[in-house]
């Protein structure tokens, strides 16, 4: 194994976080997130030539992940589109024994990131992930002035929606 193999592994390893929350983020079913996973180590891989190691490799990260997961999900929409689904019975799916149901307010805030764009899917992870504001305008090439008003404005939408779920 080469010295730079061995580095990417070492990054890949204490960063891994950041492509789980990536592709669970982007991919409601497993086997997709799965595949989104194993996309984004693949062009983090192809990519770790043009990382400067005098930047934090976080940002590096969630840079690459985030455009893979983004591109990732518009070609599974437009799929989706052009697929027609089975028809109930068609195939018998088991359920999954093992996952608790989500209560009102979880299946609520489920509900939210679904329908939000996939910029502002990225910020409320970073932000969530208590990432500074210069990173995440870093990783995301806004300004940190735009993202404040973003999470602002996405924290007043999350209130408003989430509210009903809470009573």
């Known amino acids: 194994m080469t010295d730079r193999s061995v580095q990417f592994l070492a990054l ?6 950041i492509v789980f929350k990536v592709a669970s983020l982007y991919c409601w079913d497993a086997a997709e997130r799965d595949d989104l996973r194993q996309e984004i180590t693949l062009q983090l891989w192809r990519a770790f030539p043009s990382y400067d190691p005098r930047r934090l490799f976080s940002t590096w990260m969630y840079r690459i992940a985030l455009n893979v997961a983004i591109s990732f999900a518009r070609k599974a929409g437009r799929l989706r589109r052009i697929i027609e689904p089975l028809e109930d019975g068609g195939v018998d799916v088991p359920a999954a024994a093992s996952a608790p149901e989500p209560d009102g307010q979880v299946d609520a805030l489920h509900r939210c990131l679904r329908a939000l764009d996939p910029l502002s899917r990225a910020l409320l992870m970073m932000y969530f992930d208590e990432r500074s504001y210069r990173e ?5 090439g806004i300004t940190e002035t735009n993202v404040a008003t973003k999470i602002s404005r996405l ?3 999350l209130r408003r929606e989430l509210a009903p779920a809470a009573e």
């Open 136 to 140: 995440i305008a870093e990783v995301l």
């Open 155 to 157: 924290k007043q939408r």
């Open 12 to 17: 890949l390893e204490s960063h891994q976080k």
